[in-house]
């Protein structure tokens, strides 16, 4: 069995604090993995060691097969795995069109083009992929309102498009659905699972919402301290005695 | 002001117009002489320039005299050694600040905000003091660089153009640079110039750079790599500021290492910021706004406040004029201090935005529509 990304013995600390400690992951191409654990656990730092934020003490990550330890932020991207931040990272300043248009861009045009006298306004083959995921997220009619000011909840769904336009092969998400509002949440997992019909995009999710964990994860891992402490199916989870200790016995009374 | 007219086109005609009906509109603002008009340009180049690097993608520079500079010291040296006119001198100016820029840009990108301010700042200075002393057999240090009648001039010499008394005298093609040639010569490079920066703002290049303003990080992670883009902005700005100051050595053909001073850094953040930085037309807003009240302030003296303020009675006379002295003459600096000031706490976003803030008010009270709020920025202008 090959796997998209494969995560083996990876550690990393902050001063005294271990904060990955022999972390062992494998993503099977196509599934929908979620990673879930208790508030600094180490999701977020596991992602980041992924895209090229941070750089582990030790242990490796291969995607597709290519070892990513070392690799510029966007050569990363362009190997085809983005990232989708826990605090939205969008372009505040710029329209709500423009900012799902330069994720589009940078899949055509590659990491640098020089292109001063080509006009903004003739891209419309980019234009036109923007407006239709922005329909998808019905966004579209806000398409030229600023971004940053839009809610909490909407500048993670654009964050979550502007990672769609560009057709990942692994898209890593960190808790896309917080601070949403249950209607939105329910949109973002219908929309999540169309994308996986349409294009059987890999997708790493983390998630405090036990809801959204259960609607789309194929398997799942639970992260404590640093330490992967099971992996398996959403019933092997559910059921077992060690997960339940650490993590869900907690939240489920939620 | 959030003008957003589509059509570059249309744009194009309305700044023509109005650039090449300086010498009429001067009229009336009393600044129809050709010298100060040929500053507004020069200046006016030199802001729309500084703006592609700091309006476009945040990032201040307060090294941008040194391209000035490096730009006159070239076209003084081409008026030297090759010919009077003036397009060798221009096109090699702007390419030689273009090479300074690759240098000094390539080693300040690696910071950014105010490390990479300080940067360029240390580059500026440590510029001015070889132009100043260090370098002196090619700047001619604290006199600076100036023609003689002995220079070589091999290409003129080539084709039998001889210099009979006093100094030579820039052309173009014969035509030559002074008086009102000279400022239409800058106003259609100045024309050209808006051209090229139009296209820039309007470009995917253009919006890339404002994405790096706004979230850098984010421009990394979605697959851009930042370093060539800011590389290429900074550069593209220090040719701009290359190109101005060849056309400083055009109209007056000497440089001299006080172009390269802080001062004049300081000068175009401050012409960007106070007409409004990021917007096509805000920068030369507030290059004329500085060169035309420059003109006007450091040229006043004890005497004439008296006679400005000759109205009043004699003790209100004496108050008025002991107030406003320290402002006038060589004291024109604390005026444009206390402008700048009054700009940036009063209206952050320039002249241009107060200018906008006034059309809203007028069209409410003439009962038209506000203009609607939060539309696309990147297009205003
Ligand atoms: N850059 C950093 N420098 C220092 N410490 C860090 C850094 N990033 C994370 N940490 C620490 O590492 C631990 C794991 O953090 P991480 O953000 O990965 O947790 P998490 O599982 O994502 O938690 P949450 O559910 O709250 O997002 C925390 O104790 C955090 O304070
Ligand atoms: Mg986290």
């Given amino acids: 069995m090959s796997y998209i990304l494969e995560i083996k013995g990876v550690n990393k600390t902050f001063g005294g604090l271990h904060a990955l400690a022999d972390v062992n992951l494998q993503i099977e191409e196509g599934e929908t993995h979620a990673i879930i654990g208790p508030n600094g656990a180490g999701k977020s730092t596991l992602l980041n060691c992924c895209i090229g934020r941070l750089i582990p003490d030790s242990g490796s990550v291969t995607f597709n097969g290519k070892n990513m330890i070392g690799m510029e932020a966007h050569d990363i991207n362009h190997a085809g795995m983005v990232r989708v931040f826990q605090t939205p990272e969008i372009f505040p300043d710029l329209s709500i069109l423009d900012n799902v248009m330069i994720p589009a861009l940078a899949k055509r045009d590659g990491t640098f083009t020089f292109n001063p006298f080509k006009k903004m306004a003739d891209q419309h083959d980019i234009h036109d992929e923007a407006m239709s995921i922005l329909r998808d997220f019905s966004l579209d009619d806000f398409a030229d309102h600023i971004a940053s000011s839009m809610s909490r909840g909407n500048k993670r769904r654009l964050e979550l498009a502007m990672g769609l336009i560009q057709h990942p092969s692994l898209l890593l998400l960190d808790e896309p659905t917080a601070g949403m509002a249950r209607h939105d949440t329910n949109n973002t997992i219908e929309l999540l699972k169309e994308m996986k019909r349409q294009h059987g995009t890999t997708k790493v999710i983390i998630e405090h919402d036990m809801h959204v964990v259960f609607s789309l994860a194929d398997r799942i891992s639970v992260l404590a301290r640093g330490h992967i402490i099971a992996t398996g199916t959403p019933d092997d989870i559910r059921n077992d005695p060690k997960v339940k200790e650490a993590y869900l016995g907690e939240s489920e009374d939620e | ?308 303020f000759s109205f009043m009675p004699k003790f209100m006379e004496n108050i008025f004029v002991f107030i406003t002295n320290p402002f006038v003459g060589d004291g024109w600096h604390l005026m444009l201090g206390v402008l700048f000031m009054l700009v940036v706490i009063f209206l952050p976003g320039g002249v241009l935005e107060g200018l906008g803030k006034v059309t809203n008010l007028f069209k409410r009270i003439l009962g038209f529509k506000s203009t609607k709020q939060g539309a696309s920025k990147g297009e205003s202008s």
């Fill in chain 2, 1 to 308: 002001m959030k003008i957003s007219i589509k059509s570059n086109l249309i744009i194009m005609l309305i700044f023509i117009t109005i650039v090449l009906s300086a010498p009429i509109w001067g009229k009336v603002i009393g600044a129809a002489y050709p010298d100060l008009l040929q500053k507004f340009a020069i200046f006016a180049l030199f802001a729309i320039g500084f703006n592609i690097l700091f309006g476009l993608t945040g990032y201040l520079s307060f090294g941008h005299a040194t391209f000035l500079g490096v730009g006159s010291y070239t076209a003084v040296w081409m008026f030297k050694l090759f010919s009077m006119n003036v397009l060798p001198a221009i096109i090699l100016g702007t390419l030689m600040s273009g090479v300074f820029a690759y240098i000094i840009g390539y080693l300040s990108l690696r910071r950014s905000g105010i490390y990479f301010s300080i940067l360029t700042l240390a580059f500026a200075q440590m510029a001015y003091s070889l132009a100043y002393s260090v370098l002196t057999p090619i700047t001619n240090g604290e006199t600076g660089l100036q023609l003689s009648q002995q220079d070589p001039r091999y290409l003129d010499a080539l084709f039998g153009v001889a210099v009979s008394d006093g100094l030579p005298s820039t052309n173009f093609f014969g035509l030559s640079m002074s008086g009102y040639s000279g400022f239409y010569f800058c106003a259609v490079i100045l024309i050209i110039g808006f051209y090229v920066s139009l296209k820039i703002f309007r470009s995917p290049y253009g919006l890339k750079l404002t994405a790096i303003k706004s979230n850098q990080k984010r421009m990394k992670y979605t697959g851009f790599n930042t370093r060539p883009y800011l590389l290429s902005a900074f550069m593209i700005s220090g040719m701009y500021a290359g190109l101005a100051g060849s056309l400083m050595a055009v109209t007056d053909p000497l440089a001299g290492a006080e172009r390269m001073q802080w001062t004049a850094s300081g000068e175009v953040v401050l012409m960007t910021i106070l007409g409004g930085a990021g917007t096509l037309i805000g920068p030369i807003l507030g290059a004329v706004i500085i060169k035309y009240f420059e003109n006007i302030f450091s040229a006043l003296n004890t005497a004439e406040l008296h006679s400005i």
